[in-house]
Nanobody, 123 residues
Framework: QVQLVESGGGLVQAGSSLRLSCAAS????????MGWFRQAPGKEREFVAA????????YYADSVKDRFTISRDNAKNTVFLQMISLKPEDTAVYYC????????????????WGQGTQVTVSS
């Protein structure tokens, strides 16, 4: 079992930066692929970014590529999402996810989900 707790969300102006953190509990964190999804009001949950367990290969949605950076600190059981140049369309609840297999862009592939953290970007 893995429990995920996100933090770092908030209300910011367009062009600002935020760093989301996700603290994971449980064993073998380094063996899990980690990622972030988001859900905007009235929209479906969508893939944002992911990082695999060993090679640290990185994957991004086209809408956030070059603005968001995912990273992980296996010693601290934490995954991060650094977000710069935020836009109003980035407003959403951001969810941290984990799975005990290869990284995926598919929502249903992830076994573990955090409770989400709200990011609101004002224009």
């Amino acid at each position: 079992q893995v429990q995920l707790v996100e933090s770092g969300g908030g209300l910011v102006q367009a062009g600002s930066s935020l760093r989301l953190s996700c603290a994971a509990s449980g064993r073998s964190f380094s063996g899990y692929s980690m990622g972030w999804f988001r859900q905007a009001p009235g929209k479906e949950r969508e893939f944002v970014a992911a990082i695999d367990s060993y090679l640290n290969s990185l994957y991004y949605a086209d809408s956030v590529k070059d603005r968001f950076t995912i990273s992980r600190d296996n010693a601290k059981n934490t995954v991060f999402l650094q977000m710069i140049s935020l836009k109003p369309e980035d407003t959403a609840v951001y969810y941290c996810v984990a799975r005990g297999g290869m990284v995926s862009r598919t929502l249903s592939a992830y076994e573990y989900w955090g409770q989400g953290t709200q990011v609101t970007v004002s224009s």
